[in-house]
C-alpha cells in the first residue's frame, strides 16, 4: 500500500479532499497538523497545542511549533510513507524542509506564496529556503505558479483543487420573490465586500422601485474579522435589504449558492477562485475582479465576468447586465457548469495529481 504523511491543517475542507480522494484510492493517508481536525478514515496527528498561544505574535515567536520538529521528523521517519507533501509553502513547508525526508513535495495555495514573502527579508528567504528543500512543487493556479517562481527556478506544476459535480450542482431551493445577488466568503478585508456593498447601494439608489417588480436584494454568507465593519457600512449607506447570513456550512454551501442569482467575488487578492467555481457548477453566473489566479476560473463573457478590483461602478455594471438580461444570465448559468466540468472536475483533477505521484514514486 502507497503512503502520504501531509502536513496539513487538517479541519481545512480542501485538505479533506486532498485525503479523501487518495484515501478511497487505496492510499494509507497520516496528516500531521498545527490546527487538529478530523478526517474519517485517516490518522490525524495533533500538534496545535504549541501554536494556538503564538498565533498574534510577531514572526520569531510564531516559529514557537519548531519545538515539535523532533517529535514530528521522529514521526515521519516511523511511518516511512512514499511521499511527504507540506500544504501551504511557509509554515508546513518549513516544518517539512527541516525533516530531512525525500521525495518531499510542497504545495503552494495562496497567501503564502502572495503575502508572506512580502511581509519581510526573513520570510522571503524562508519561502526561497523551504522550495530549495522540495523535490516538487506544487500549485492551485496558473498565476501562482509564476508567483512561486520569483522565489526558485524548479519547475511548478499546476495542480487543480477541482469541484464535487455531484455535491455542485443545480437543485430545486425554496427562492424569495427577489433578484439575489449573493456572496459566500469570508469577511477578510483582501476580500473587497465593501466593494460589493457600495456597487449594490448605487443599484438601490437606480431601481428604487426594483427590477420587473422583483425587490432586489444583497446576501453575504460567511464570518470574518470584519463582520462588524460591513455592518457598519451598510447602515452608513442605508442599506435595508442587506443579509448577513454567518458561517455557511459545508453542507449548505451548495444550496446557497443555488438561492441566488448572481454570485459576486470583488476580491483584492485572490491565488484562485474556488468559491467561483463552485457557484459556476450549480449553474450560478460568477462576476470576479481581475486578480490573482481569479480569471483562470471563469470565461469571461461565456460563464461570468471579469472585472476590475476596488471599482464598484464596474461591479454595478456587471450585476445590472445580467439581472436586466435574462436569457443571458440563464446562458452563463448553464455555460458554467460545462465549463467546470470540463476544466475543474475533482476526480479529474486529482487523477492528474495521482499520475504526478506515481510518477515520483516510480524514480
Known amino acids: 500500500m502507497k503512503t502520504i504523511v501531509y502536513l496539513a491543517d487538517g479541519s481545512n475542507p480542501h485538505t479533506k479532499k486532498w485525503c479523501d480522494f487518495f484515501k478511497n484510492r487505496g492510499y494509507e493517508i497520516h496528516v500531521i497538523s498545527l490546527n487538529g481536525g478530523e478526517i474519517d478514515g485517516v490518522k490525524v496527528y495533533d500538534f496545535s497545542s504549541n501554536v494556538e498561544k503564538l498565533k498574534n505574535e510577531n514572526i520569531f515567536k510564531k516559529v514557537g511549533y519548531m519545538r515539535s520538529i523532533k517529535e514530528i521528523k521522529t514521526l515521519v521517519h516511523q511511518i516511512k510513507p512514499d511521499i511527504l507533501h507540506a500544504q501551504y509553502a511557509s509554515s508546513y513547508g518549513l516544518i517539512g524542509s ?13 497567501t503564502d506564496i502572495y503575502d508572506f514573502p512580502n511581509n519581510g527579508f526573513i520570510q522571503k528567504n ?27 527556478d524548479k519547475h511548478v506544476d499546476v495542480t487543480f483543487f477541482g469541484v464535487d459535480m455531484d455535491r455542485f450542482r443545480p437543485i430545486e431551493v425554496e427562492k424569495e420573490d427577489a433578484f439575489v445577488i449573493g456572496i459566500i466568503k469570508s469577511l477578510e478585508k483582501k476580500y473587497g465586500i465593501e466593494y460589493l456593498l457600495r456597487a449594490f447601494k448605487m443599484i438601490k439608489d437606480e431601481y428604487k422601485d426594483g427590477y420587473n417588480g422583483k425587490n432586489i436584494v444583497l446576501k453575504i454568507g460567511g464570518s470574518g474579522s470584519q463582520m462588524d465593519n460591513l455592518k457598519s457600512l451598510t447602515k452608513e449607506l442605508e442599506l435595508s435589504d442587506v443579509e448577513f447570513l454567518g458561517r455557511v456550512s459545508p453542507e449548505n454551501v451548495a444550496k446557497t449558492f443555488n438561492s441566488f442569482d448572481v454570485t459576486v467575488f470583488p476580491s483584492l487578492r485572490e491565488g484562485f477562485g474556488v468559491a467561483a467555481i463552485e457557484s459556476e457548477a450549480c449553474e450560478v453566473p460568477v462576476i470576479v475582479t481581475n486578480v490573482g489566479g481569479h ?26 447586465k445580467l439581472m436586466e438580461d435574462e436569457k443571458l444570465r440563464l446562458k452563463m448559468g448553464k455555460n458554467g457548469r460545462k465549463f467546470v466540468r470540463k476544466h475543474y472536475e475533482v476526480n479529474s483533477n486529482f487523477s492528474d495529481i495521482e499520475k504526478i505521484y506515481d510518477s515520483i514514486i516510480s524514480k
Open 98 to 110: 527541516l525533516l530531512g525526508y525525500h521525495p518531499y513535495v510542497i504545495s503552494v495555495w495562496g
Open 126 to 152: 524562508i519561502i526561497k529556503h523551504n522550495f530549495r528543500k522540495a523535490d516538487y512543487i506544487f500549485s492551485n493556479s496558473r498565476d501562482m505558479a509564476k508567483e512561486a517562481n520569483k522565489y526558485t
Open 295 to 320: 480569471p483562470e476560473s471563469l470565461s469571461d463573457g461565456e460563464t461570468g465576468i471579469i472585472v476590475e478590483p476596488k471599482e464598484p461602478e464596474q461591479i454595478k455594471k456587471a450585476i445590472v
